[in-house]
């Protein structure tokens, strides 16, 4: 019986990794057709649990952000799995906000993975306590950031305003002896978000966390957030974005948004309470943002007009679903800071 239910258990993963690579395939060509009504769905999505954050960190637009903040219903979550599954292949649960003093996260995890979402999330560890390490590690969590950005208090305290380096380097100690204690198949890297403040302790903080670190360059959200870097020149003309084409960011009140770079509630696409996700990904709305993406009309649009924009890379984007993506790009021996929105 048990041999019969493992042969079960590898078909269905083995249909699920057919049907993702066809949905991929299907996107990667409307784009190239320049099509604005699309045949495939959202491959990859950002769901925000909450926009509450403990921290005001300078390299974050939360400080900034105008927005009511909130916390998801966890009716308004399963709505939004549901009619993503079975195509949506992996999730961040986060966004603009610490997901951690979500009460429920385990249940969210538990449901988005018993739908065949592989789930990911992001935590500033000030709320990884020994419950909520548990919780994550038991819940079927795939791959975690723990975000700490500095190897000494006095860094942390300048970048990680409001935090404690002492309460959060135990943290994710306790984190990573928990891990080895408990069955899991969870992936976790330790991040920093390298800047001017603490580009000097990248070392320091890679022997720290040998084997699990992630350097990532600092961005400034299309040129919202103003930081000591300079935002890529306006080239004459530029590839449509593949965002608008493979995925969406959800806020917690069910507002959809075109990608992780809108915090506030710009270019708005639809509303999950009232409407199907089906209907927000083919609506009037998105296909707008498509067209004036494949007719370089961005200029008049907030956020896409200020963003160097990230292309579909084609064949590399059908070859491998999205988690892989997600842990080849985070799990990587090198110290160079890597770029990107997630």
């Known amino acids: 019986m048990a041999t019969q239910v493992a042969e079960l258990d590898l078909s269905s993963a083995a249909s699920a990794c057919a049907l993702w690579r066809r949905n991929r395939t299907t996107l990667v060509h409307d784009l190239d057709a320049g099509r604005t009504r699309v045949r495939g769905m959202p491959a990859h999505m950002k769901i925000e649990l909450t926009n509450f954050c403990n921290l005001a960190c300078p390299m974050c637009p939360h400080p900034q952000m105008q927005r009511a903040v909130g916390t998801m219903r966890e009716s308004l979550f399963r709505k939004i799995i549901d009619e993503s ?46 419950q909520k390490s548990r919780l994550l590690l038991e819940s079927g969590l795939d791959f975690l950031v723990i975000s700490l950005d500095a190897a000494s208090a006095e860094t942390y305290q300048r970048i990680r305003v409001g935090g404690d380096f002492a309460t959060t380097l135990a943290n994710t100690q306790r984190f990573f002896a928990l891990k080895e204690s408990i069955a ?118 907030p956020v896409c007009a200020t963003c ?14 999205q988690l892989t993506q997600r842990l080849r790009s985070y799990v990587r021996s090198d ?7 997630s």
């Open 85 to 130: 599954a079975p195509y949506l292949e992996f999730a961040y649960l986060h966004h603009l906000g610490e997901s951690l003093v979500v009460r429920r996260i385990g249940e969210f995890i538990r449901y988005g993975r018993s739908r065949g979402v592989a789930m990911g999330l992001s935590t500033n560890a000030t709320f990884l306590d020994a």
């Open 184 to 301: 899991n198949h969870t992936t976790v890297v330790v991040q920093m978000i390298v800047m001017e403040g603490n580009r000097h302790e990248i070392d320091d903080f890679a022997k720290t966390w040998q084997g699990h670190v992630m350097i990532k360059e600092v961005r400034d959200w299309a040129g919202q957030v103003p930081l000591s870097i300079r935002s890529p020149q306006r080239v004459e003309k530029l590839p449509p974005c593949r965002m608008p084409w493979t995925e969406i960011t959800v806020l917690w009140d069910g507002t959809v948004v075109p990608c992780a770079n809108h915090f506030e509630k710009l270019n708005v696409l639809g509303d999950l309470r009232t409407q199907s996700l089906v209907d927000v990904w083919n609506g009037s709305r998105m296909q707008e943002m498509r067209r004036v993406h494949l007719q370089d009309e961005v200029a008049r649009i």
């Open 308 to 321: 160097s924009r990230h292309a579909m890379e084609g064949q590399d984007f059908i070859a491998v679903d």
């Open 335 to 341: 110290l160079t800071p890597r770029p990107g929105l």
